[in-house]
């Protein structure tokens, strides 16, 4: 899938002439120009090489980019600095005409993606911009949503010295799932973050110790945006559905804290708050859908694949295993 978010414009050339003049006369450029002795000449739309006595090299700006005719090379400014870059122009210029810009069979006057190949056309929101060229679908969950509908069911198991299991459900609060499709049948997806409410208090009995906790201020960051994928069926697509099984873990880092409020041996394990701070883990592979109605879900069922390990400040190494649930957002 191409990587251009921007939706396709087309731009008009717009031709710009600076003209060389004096600093300080306060009169037009003409005026400065002759009060010099030299000829004057300005850049016109039907001229556009033509060039000043003070040598400046008049530009040609398409949509927000500035091209050098001399060189051809477009360029840009950069906004801390202000100074020229050069770089690809913004933008699709492909004319409303005609022409087959991309050569995917499709003219540009009826193609819904004119500068990236997209025979299909395939748009699976109906903006008139094909999947190929349209910015990444954004899902989201609100505060308050039933916790039954997004409620992810993990084992945790806390060690020091000894182990213990015990089930964990996590309640996610808010998120920020995006899906970006291309005209083939493949989607990727990219969790880029998940808000978790504070569990409960915890019980872990170490046998020589015993242990409550509450894992806090709970959230989890995407790692690489859209490097998990799921294929889909054409079909599907064309009746505004789609759905497949990611073809990976989707990378995550984990922040929160590990709050210990009660042990019962404090030379084993001591009472506080530990924090987790961007530490590495995983969603497991989930199956994945997402309709024309503006919603999507992820259904984990996994019992096995470790979502993050990490040994805290006070000794206790923390992990938590396997995820079961459906995690349900909406447009």
């Known amino acids: 899938m191409h990587k251009r978010l921007l939706t396709p414009l087309i731009a008009s050339l717009l031709i710009a002439a600076p003209v060389?003049?004096?600093d300080g006369g306060g009169g037009d450029a003409s005026e400065s120009a002759s009060s010099t002795g030299g000829p004057t000449t300005s850049a016109s739309a039907t001229d556009p090489g033509t060039t000043t006595t003070g040598g400046v090299t008049p530009t040609t700006t398409v949509g927000d980019t500035t091209a050098d005719p001399t060189t051809g090379e477009p360029t840009t400014t950069d906004p801390t600095t202000g100074e020229p870059t050069t770089g690809e122009p913004v933008g699709c210029q492909a004319p409303d005409d005609d022409g087959d810009e991309d050569a995917d069979g499709v003219l540009n006057s009826a193609d819904n993606c004119r500068c990236d190949a997209n025979p299909n056309q395939l748009d699976f929101d109906g903006n008139t911009v094909g999947n190929v060229c349209d910015a990444p679908l954004l899902y989201k969950i609100a505060d308050g949503v039933p916790p039954e509908f997004n409620r992810l069911e993990t084992t945790a198991t806390a060690k020091s010295t000894l182990s213990c299991n015990f089930p964990v459900n996590l309640i996610i609060l808010g998120g920020d799932l995006q899906v970006k499709l291309d005209d083939l049948g493949s989607a990727q997806i990219?969790?880029?973050?998940?808000?978790?409410?504070?569990?409960p208090e915890l019980v872990c009995d170490l046998v020589l110790v015993k242990v409550k906790l509450r894992i806090e201020q709970f959230f989890a960051d995407g790692d690489t945006p859209f490097a998990v994928g799921f294929p889909f069926v054409p079909a599907d697509h064309a009746a505004g559905s789609i759905?497949?099984?990611?073809d990976k873990p989707h990378s995550i880092l984990i922040s929160g804290i590990l709050n210990v409020t009660e042990s019962s041996n404090e030379d084993l394990?001591?009472?506080?708050?530990?924090?987790?701070?961007?530490?590495?883990?995983a969603f497991p592979m989930a199956l994945?859908?997402?309709?024309?109605d503006g919603q999507v879900s992820m259904a984990f069922d996994d019992k096995d694949s470790i979502v993050f390990m990490q040994t805290t400040?006070?000794?206790?190494?923390?992990k938590l295993t396997g995820l079961k649930g459906t995690l349900r957002l909406k447009k």
């Open 288 to 292: 994945a859908s997402a309709n024309t």
């Open 20 to 22: 060389a003049c004096k």
């Open 190 to 199: 990219y969790a880029a973050k998940m808000n978790f409410a504070d569990t």
């Open 243 to 246: 759905i497949g099984f990611t």
């Open 269 to 281: 394990a001591m009472p506080g708050e530990s924090p987790l701070e961007m530490v590495p883990g």
């Open 313 to 318: 400040e006070s000794g206790i190494e923390i």
